[in-house]
């Protein structure tokens, strides 16, 4: 199995940027789709997007997509999630994790149940 380690969060301006950062160790860390999620306090975990293996494709929810990119650099096993235009509703707990599912059709893969690997998240605060 993997294990996951996000790094990066903190307090933040609204219209300010932010960079996330998920180290994994263990298993081949290119042999899993990488996938981002948040949870708000009293909200359903969100997913927010993925990676493929190569990281040569993304896939992200309509509530991020132009504000937030990911990448990974299965040379160093991490994978990244930059965000930019903050606004107070992306107060969360962030969370990276890892998919073993096999295809290539990242949006099918955007449930909590198509992720076994989870890191412990790290708090991502926006002020107004």
């Known amino acids: ?3 996951l380690v996000e790094s990066g969060g903190g307090l933040v301006q609204a219209g300010g ?3 996330l950062s998920c180290a ?3 298993r081949t860390f290119s042999n899993y789709i990488m996938g981002w999620f948040r949870q708000a306090p009293g909200k359903e975990r969100e997913f927010l997007g993925n990676i493929n293996r190569s990281g040569g494709s993304t896939y992200y929810a309509d509530s991020v997509k132009g504000r937030f990119t990911i990448s990974r650099d299965n040379a160093k096993n991490t994978v990244n999630l930059q965000m930019s235009s903050l606004q107070p509703e992306d107060t969360a707990v962030y969370y990276c994790a890892g998919s ?3 295809t290539f059709l990242l949006h099918v893969v955007t449930n909590r149940a198509s992720y076994a690997y989870w890191g412990q998240g ?5 002020s107004s």
């Open 24 to 26: 994994a160790s263990g």
């Open 122 to 126: 790290t708090q991502v605060t926006v």
């Open 17 to 19: 940027s932010l960079s």
């Open 1 to 3: 199995q993997v294990q």
């Open 100 to 102: 073993t599912k096999s």
